[in-house]
């Protein structure tokens, strides 16, 4: 694909401009400040991250963090997108809090301020601690009461300094990967009995963005991972098998915290006082933040559907199969480079919630390539820059943009074999060095600060 010489389109000024990373992709230093063991460090122990990548040591953020957002500043970065280890910060899941662990939090949220970048924590990003996960985890709701608990832990700590918050990242994957397919921790496959997974995840956003009003923040969102779903063909096995992955991938997540329902035919198989907890899922959000990597395309179940996308498997007895979409580019991963796909996911975001969709934030969007001078990933970046701001044309309000990610960084289950970083990580040495897409974002955003008078 190639770069276009025309600069990017103009952003409106107090756009922002930021990058994303997780604690168990990064941190490392699994032994340090207390904390506990998470589902992932179990599963990562159980020889289940294909490269067999250190995900203890990680890229060693927790002891490097300050040269970490010496490149944040280098970027120009308004905003950092990280997470809060729940397993540093209460160990057993439940219990006391570990104040050795909320004291990293609290001296990386006052060297992103001391540079001029706003602290953006995400409560939860994947890494249940281990004692919840072998109790049931998200299948329990007891999980999402003590979510809660840590959110309020957190939030008394931080939000004298920290405006920005997302309580939950991707709930979708977790369900669909850790709880339906097995392929992530804690690597169950139950399909469809899954869906409790979802519901409590749900449920321990809205408890949690509770416990963070409670505490004085004012600007609280989660991210939800969304892709087009494309028909694969025109018979009607394919467009319910579409519209049914559709569901299960899409509106599942969206249509309660937008609309404070299910879509039809789920509330029921959703466990406890479903309509009550509803009511608590469907709190007004300040931003909706969105995961946009690429459109899936979907049809009945066939012989000819993948086995598996980027290495995710896909049982034969689901009702739909997967289709691999024609694309002149793909990423390392294997993935399809559709930067359309963006504009037209926001659109139809819109187009579905209307008035009910708070202002979008892009919270992640992305691609794997190896390499120093990484002319694709600038490539890519570009292209998904000018769709999103042909989505903020046709009338969908976007009020950021945080590329994943800063570093490369533990791909969880495939390792370090997947580079998604702006900055190269030699995973021997953990020395960092910017890659082209740095110097390129870099300029980028020095350029849109510039026009836009900031």
């Known amino acids: 694909m190639p770069i276009p010489t025309e600069p990017l389109p103009a952003f409106p000024p107090g756009f922002l401009w930021g990058a994303a ?3 168990f992709q990064t941190e490392g230093a699994a032994d340090a400040d207390g904390k506990g063991p998470s589902g992932w460090d179990a599963f990562a122990a159980a020889g289940r991250i294909k490269d ?9 953020f927790h002891d490097r963090f300050s040269e970490d957002v010496a490149l944040l500043a280098g970027l120009g970065a308004d905003v950092f997108r990280f997470s809060v280890s729940w397993p540093r ?5 439940s219990g006391p809090v570990n104040a050795r662990g909320l004291d990293f939090y609290d001296r990386l949220v006052d060297e992103l301020r001391a540079h001029g970048i706003t602290p953006a924590p995400t409560l939860y990003h994947w890494d249940t601690p281990l004692p919840l996960d072998e109790a049931g985890g998200w299948l329990r709701r007891d999980t999402a ?3 809660a608990e840590y959110a309020a832990a957190v939030a008394a700590r931080l939000t004298d300094r920290v405006p920005l918050w997302m309580t939950v990242n991707e709930p979708a994957e977790v369900t669909l990967l850790g709880y339906a397919l097995g392929e992530h921790a804690p690597g169950r496959k139950l399909l469809f009995d899954a869906l409790p997974a979802a519901h409590h995840q749900l449920l321990a956003h809205g408890l949690a963005l509770q416990a963070l009003r409670a505490a004085g923040a004012t600007d609280i969102g989660l ?7 494309w028909t694969a063909g025109d018979s009607d096995e394919d467009r319910f098998a579409a519209e049914l992955y559709d569901t299960v991938t899409n509106r599942l997540f969206a249509d309660p915290l937008l609309t404070g329902a299910y879509p039809d035919g789920f509330a029921e198989l959703m466990p406890g006082p479903v309509a009550d907890d509803l009511t608590v899922i469907a ?12 459109p899936m ?7 000819d559907a993948l086995d598996g996308f980027a290495g995710v498997g896909m049982p034969a007895e689901l009702p739909f199969g997967l289709r691999e979409i024609a694309a002149d580019e793909r990423t390392d991963f294997g993935w399809p480079v559709v930067p359309d796909g963006l504009r037209e996911l926001l659109v139809s975001l819109k187009d579905r919630y209307g008035d009910r969709l708070p202002p979008v934030v892009v919270t992640e969007n ?14 890519f970046l570009d292209a998904h820059l000018r769709s999103l701001h042909e989505a903020m044309t046709s009338g969908v309000d976007v009020r950021g943009y945080f590329t994943w990610s800063l570093t490369d960084n533990i791909e969880w289950a495939e390792g370090a074999s997947q580079r998604f970083g702006l900055v190269h990580v030699d995973y021997e040495t953990l020395r960092r060095t910017p890659k082209a897409s740095y110097a390129w974002y870099r300029d980028v955003i020095a350029e849109q600060k510039r026009r836009g008078g900031q």
Request: aromatic share 10%.
């Open 283 to 294: 709190k007004p959000l300040d931003f909706y933040g969105v995961n946009y990597y690429h």
């Open 145 to 147: 009461e003590r979510f």
């Open 52 to 60: 067999g990548a250190d995900a203890a040591r990680g890229t060693g």
């Open 89 to 93: 910060v209460v160990p057993g899941g």
């Open 223 to 229: 991210a939800v991972s969304h892709s087009p779903v």
């Open 297 to 303: 395309l979907v049809g009945a179940p066939a012989p």
């Open 21 to 23: 990373a997780s604690a």
């Open 366 to 379: 992305g691609c794997s390539y190896d390499g120093i001078d990484d002319q694709p990933r600038i490539a």
